[in-house]
């Protein structure tokens, strides 16, 4: 019980963190890896609402802070345009989390781009939690063939791990900028990409 309550709180606060977090799956495969006599199964479901608690927390903290705080109001209204594309498409918004949640990327990103429009959050939640569910359980049963991929011995490979990792973080981050700078009333009505008035480099 103690190690279900430790592995909770854990991948909650690992949720929460909007950006350089560690991958989550990565806690099911060390957990596989080192202590295969474990109820694998459990964890995983106690990781998947553990996960899904953190990212719904992260989602409305983006909707909080970042938008109300640093967006100016044409960006909001700028936002405010996908949510009125996405009304009435439940069914597509639950599929692309249920699908996103079935990989090993992370979705920080995804989450506070979502917070951001101020969509329902329970919409993605629950076929988040399902996805991850299933996924956390694949990652702790196949640990051993993750391990030996992620964690190689020789520095050389950690160094290049641990690069790729701080260059997948930028490069996202970059993409959460850039989501709130095309201006996308024009690109759903218009079927065009600019950039809002704020996105356009100055001459």
Partial sequence: MQGAVLVFLVIYVLNLIPAFAPPTWLVFSFLGFRYPSLDLKLLALVGAGAATLGR??????SRVVIRQRFMSQSSRENIDAIREHLTGRNRLTAGIFLFYAFTPFPSNYLFIAYGLTTLPIRLVAIPFLIGRSISYTF????SSAVARRFFPESNEALSYFSAYFVLSQVLLLSLVYA???VDWRVLFEEKKFRWTADGRKRS
């Fill in 179 to 181: 989501f709130t700078r």
């Fill in 139 to 142: 990652w702790g049963f196949t």
């Fill in 56 to 61: 719904v927390t992260l989602a409305k903290l």
